[in-house]
C-alpha cells in the first residue's frame, strides 16, 4: 500500500485527487495538507466526501509529511513546491509537483514567464516531464515529477505525432484553447464570480500566458526546432474542460489516412488517448471526469492547412489524473490502475 | 458473472446504467437495447464510450433477449414493461422496471394519473417497490421490480423516519421539489432546448405530476394513515440533480436531538443515506454521479413546522443507481457493489 | 431634469440603477458613488459602459452629494444608509434605499433578524415601504423610500389580492423561493465562484432569512392578521431571476373564475403586474430584464390548497427597477417611464 | 410610421425583431409570420410579449403581406426568401433578408457550400450585402439587402481596418469563433437540448462551415485580394454572443499605437463599434442584448503575428439588431433609432 500525502489538498485539483486516489485498490491517502484549512474537518470543506473521508487538514510541514508517506502530491501555487524541495527530503519521499515550478528547464525562461525566482534550480534538470505517453520510461525511475500544465497536456499531445514526424511547418503552429472555470482554482475573485463567468466568453492572457513556454519546449523536443507559436486560452461557462484547436501548415498534401495512420501509430496502444473516428471531433463532454485525450483532426485542402483538435477534462488528465497516472508508472502498477473511469454524462 | 440487458440504454437513465454496470465487477452488459439507434454503434451515440463500449444498439425484442440475459433493465417510457412482462418471460429472467408502470398498487389510480391503459394488470400485485432502504427484504426474492421515480425516491427518504414514527402530521405535508433537466429524457423537444432552459426556473405540472400518486402511496404506507400531499416539481437549469424541500407540522415540540436520533436510527447502517451535520443542508452537487440521498432538516420553532431536505442525483439514485442497487440486493451482492462512487466535484 | 447621485453603483444593483436611468427621459446620473473603485472610471468597472459612460466612481460623501443631486438611491450593504440619513440631508434630497434598513416599522425585529444596531431610528416611522402596487398613494409624498427586498416584492405581490380578501388561511403560509446568483452581490466570496454555484441548487437561511419579518410584517398589513410564515430561499445557477411558490389553505372552495377575479381586481390596472392564463405558470425567463411581475396560482382541490406563484427579475423589480418606479411616483413621472422594458429572451 | 412586417417571427432571431421594433418610435409590426405557429397568439410562444404583443401569428403570404408592409424581414431558413422575392414584391416593398440567399454574389459558390438550387439569381446582383459600417452609402438605395451572417459580421469588422490597409498577409488569416447556443436556431434537435450543450465545448463545421465563403468573399473585396482562409466555429454552453479570434501575420513590424490609429481611422465615429482600450480584450457579457461590437487587437512580437478579437450578440448585431440598422439607413433615421441599448449584465 502506497502512501500518499497531498500538500494542497483543498484546491480543485488536490481534490480531485482524494476522489481519485480514493478509488486506487493500492493506494492510502495519509496527508490532507492545507493552508486555509488546518483543523478543519476535509468533509467540511468537500460535502461530496461526508462519511467517506474522516480525516482533519493538516498543514504543509514538508519534514513531518515525508516521514509519513512515499509519495507526496503538491497541488498548490507556482513557487511553494520548489521552496519546498530538497535532497533531504527527495531521499525520502517520490513528489510529483502539479505546480509549473519544475516543468521549464531553461530558469531564466521560468523566471520571466512567471515572474517569480526559482527557490530551487538544482532539481530542475533532474526534475522528469511527466507528460506520460511521451516520458513515460524517464518518469519511472524518477524522484521529482514535473505533472504537466492542463493546456500543454491537451495541446501537445494532439499536435506531438505530426511535430514529431515533422510534417507539420512548426513555425505556423497557432493554438486557440477554450477552458472550464475549475481551472482559475478556487481563490475568492470576483472574476470569478458566477455572474461574471456565467453566459459569456472571453480570451484571456493573449501572448502572454505563461504555459506558452511549456508547450513550445514540449513541441522542441518533438520537432527537433526552435518552435514558437501562438497560444490563446479563452475561460468558457463551464466547470470542467479543455478543447485546444490548433492550425499548421502540412509541409506537403496528404491523404486523411496517412496522417491517421501517424496518429496511430502513437496512440493505437495508448489507453488513454482515443484517436476519434473521421469527421468526428473532440467535445469535453465526451472526457468529463475521465483521464482520457480526445483527438482528432481535419485536412484543409482549401488552405493547405490541418486543424488538430483535442478534449480533456482539465481537473483530470489536466492535473490530478495524470498526477495519478505518473504515479501509477513510477510504481509499476498498471497505469489506469484507480484511472478507468467511464466519463460521466450529461 | 450476471448476464444484464437494457431496453433503453439510449436515453440518460439507460447511458447511466451503462456507465455503472461497466464499473461493476459482477456483471456483463449482454443487450443494448434501442428503438431510436438499431444498428448503431452504441459510442456512437454516446462518445463518452468511444473505445470502451464496442457493441452496437439492439432492438427491443424481450423473447430473445431474455434466453440471453439473466436480468432485464427497462429504461423506457410509461407503458412499454407492462406491454412486454408476461409468465414465461419472468420465469427466465429478473425485470427491473425503471418506468412507473408497476409502482402503483392501484390499477385505476394507476391509469387516471397516467392517463394510459395498463397492459399487464395480474403483475402489479407481484411487483416489489425497489426503494432499496425500506423494502430491501421484499426485494430479495422478487422476480419484478417496480424501480421508484427520482421525485419520490428524493421526497420519501426524506420525510420517511418522521412519518413511521408517527411525529408529523400527514395533513399538512407540502413537497416543493426542484430536478435538473436530464429528468425530462432525452427526447427532441423544443421546450427541452439549451437556450429554453438555460438562465430560468419554472413550475410545471402543479398539483398533477404523476409522481404524486406515488409519493402519497408511500407515506401512505410509512405513517398507516391516507395521506394526500401537494407536490410542486420545478425545472432547475443544471443537468442533473433534485433537490426537495418538505414541510410538514410537528405534532408536538421536539428538540433538534431527538429529531436527529430518529433520523439516525433509521439511516444509520444505510450506506448510501447521509444524515448531514446540524445546519448543514443538502446541496445536490454534494451528491453528483453517485448513489447518494443526502438528507437533513430543520425544526422552525416559530411555525411548529419542520422543513425536511433531501438531493439526489436523478439519474443514479433517482435511476440508474436504484436499479443496480436492486440488482445486487437480489443477487445477493454487497449492495454498494460498483455503487461506491465518489461524487463529482465541480 | 431629475438629477440623480448613486451610493453603491458598483454592485450589481447599482450598475442596474444605472443601465434603466441611462434611459430615461428625464434623469440624469450626477453621481456614481462607489466604496471599492473610487476614482476608476466606471466603464473599466463594467465593460458595457464603454463608451456610454465616462465617469469616473467617486465616494460616499452623502453632503457633497445632497448638494448636487435631487434624489439618492443608496444600493448598499444594511446599515449604510441608516449611518448617513439625518434630517440635513432629508430636507435637500429624496433617498431611496434599496438596502433593509427602512423597511422594517419594529426596530427590535430589525435588530434581531439583522444582527445590527439601527443607526437612525427616528427616521424608520416615516420611511415609506416602497411597494408601489400597494403604497403608491404614501409614496408620492415621501422623502425616504425603503424600496422592498427581492423575495418580499414578489412573494408578497404574489399572495396579496387573497390575503387582502381574507380568502385563506394565513396560519398556513408556506414560501418556497428560489433566486439566481445575482442576489448574492459582488463581493468575491469562495461560495459564490462559478464553480460551486453552477450545476446544483441549495437551500439557504432555512428558518433564519432575513426577507422572512419583511414579508410577515406586509402579509399581516395586507390580512389584518399578525402573520407567521415559513420561508426558504434556494440558489439557482442562473444570473437572474427568483421565482416564489407559495402554498395556503383556502377558507372556502373556490372556483377558478372567482379567483382569477380576485387577482384581475388588483392587477388589472396594473402595467408591471401581468396575472397571466389559467395553466399558465410564471418562469423567470419571460421577465428578464424588465419590471414585470408575472404571477398566476393554480388550486388543489384535493388538498384544498391554493399554489400561489410569480416571478420577477430581481435586479429589477426586486431593486433597481422598482427603484426607479418609486422615483417615477416620487416625481410624478408616468410609471413605466424608462421601464417599459420588453424582457429580453433568451 | 414605417410598417414592417416579419416572415419567421417565431425563431430567435424573429422574435429579437419584434423586441427590438417594439421600442423602435417610427415602426410599427404589422405581419407576424409564422410556419409552425399560424392563428396562434404570439404571446403564447413567447411568453416575455404577455400584454405587449396582442397579435396572433399570420403564415407567409408575402403578396398580401406585401400591400400591408413597407418593408419586410425574412428571418428564416435559407432557400425561402430567394423563393419568395420577384420583381413584383420588390416594387412595392424593401425587403431585408436575414438569411444567407442574397449574401454570396457568385451563385456557384453559394450552390456549393449550402447545397441548394438558388430561386431567384436574377436578384442577386442587386442585392447590397448590409454590412453598415462598410456599405452604408449602397444601402441606401437598396430594395433587397442581404442581412450578413452573425459569424461574418463580427470577424469582419474586427479584421476589417488591417484589411483594407493592406498590413497583414491575408494567406495567413485564421478565425477561431465561439458562439452561443441561439445560432444553432430553434428547431427541436436532440444536439441542441439542454442535456447536450451544457458543460461542454465542441468545434462544428470544421473547415466546411457555410461562413466560410461570406467571410472570404468580404475580406477579398476589403484587401483587393482572392482570400481564402481557415474558419472554425464552437459550441458555447451560453444563450447569446459570438467571439472571433483571429490570426494573421503582420507584413511589417507595427507598434501599438499605428495600429490603434488605424482601428479608430475606420471606427471612431461609428457608434455600434467599440475598440477597447489597449489590453482590454472583448467578451461577449459586456455586448448582451446591444447591437454593439468590441474589437481589439494584440500583437505579439515574438511570432510577428496579431490577434484581432471581436464580440458581438449573434441574436442582435448579428441577426436583428444590423436589420434593423439597415432599416434605419433605409428610411434616413439615425442609425441607431431603437438601438441605444445598454448592454445588460449581468
Not at 495538507?33 to 461530496?48: A, H, L, P, Q
Request: hydrophobic fraction near 40%; include cysteine; charge should be negative.
Amino acid at each position: 500500500m502506497v502512501k500518499a500525502g497531498i500538500i494542497g489538498s483543498t484546491g480543485y485539483a488536490g481534490q480531485e485527487l482524494v476522489r481519485i486516489l480514493l478509488n486506487h485498490p493500492d493506494v492510502e491517502i495519509v496527508w490532507y495538507g492545507s493552508k486555509s484549512y488546518i483543523d478543519k474537518r476535509y468533509s467540511e470543506v468537500f460535502g461530496n466526501m461526508f462519511q467517506i473521508v474522516d480525516n482533519v487538514c493538516l498543514g504543509e510541514d514538508i519534514n513531518k509529511l515525508a516521514g509519513q508517506a512515499d509519495v507526496i502530491f503538491t497541488a498548490t501555487p507556482q513557487g511553494l513546491c520548489s521552496s519546498l524541495v530538497n535532497e533531504e527530503i527527495l531521499s525520502q519521499v517520490k513528489i510529483i509537483d502539479l505546480s509549473a515550478d519544475f516543468r521549464i528547464k531553461d530558469i531564466g525562461k521560468y523566471e520571466k514567464w512567471y515572474g517569480i525566482k526559482h527557490q530551487s534550480p538544482s532539481f530542475i534538470k533532474e526534475a522528469v516531464y511527466g507528460l506520460c505517453e511521451i516520458n513515460r520510461e524517464d518518469i519511472k525511475n524518477a524522484r521529482l515529477i514535473a505533472n504537466p500544465g492542463c493546456f500543454p497536456t491537451c495541446t501537445v499531445l494532439s499536435i506531438y505525432p505530426l511535430a514529431k514526424e515533422g510534417l507539420i511547418d512548426m513555425d505556423t503552429v497557432i493554438v486557440d484553447a477554450k477552458s472550464g472555470v475549475s481551472g482559475a482554482g478556487r481563490g475568492a475573485k470576483t472574476a470569478n464570480l458566477y455572474c461574471e463567468v456565467n453566459e459569456s466568453i472571453k480570451p484571456y492572457g493573449v501572448a502572454v500566458h505563461r504555459h506558452t513556454p511549456e508547450i513550445e519546449d514540449q513541441l522542441s523536443y518533438a520537432s527537433g526546432e526552435d518552435v514558437v507559436i501562438n497560444f490563446t486560452p479563452h475561460l468558457v461557462p463551464m466547470n470542467r474542460g479543455i478543447l485546444a484547436t490548433s492550425y499548421a501548415k502540412l509541409k506537403e498534401k496528404l491523404p486523411y489516412n496517412e496522417v491517421k495512420e501517424i496518429y496511430d501509430k502513437y496512440y493505437k496502444d495508448e489507453y488513454f488517448v482515443r484517436v476519434l473516428d473521421e469527421n468526428v471531433f473532440p467535445e469535453t463532454r465526451w472526457v468529463e471526469g475521465s483521464n482520457f485525450v480526445d483527438v482528432n483532426f481535419k485536412i484543409d485542402g482549401r488552405t493547405g492547412r490541418i486543424i488538430m483538435m483535442g478534449a480533456i477534462d482539465n481537473v483530470v488528465k489536466g492535473a490530478a489524473g495524470q498526477a495519478v497516472q505518473n504515479m501509477n508508472i513510477l510504481y509499476g502498477f498498471k497505469e489506469n490502475t484507480g484511472l478507468d473511469i467511464v466519463p460521466l454524462f450529461p
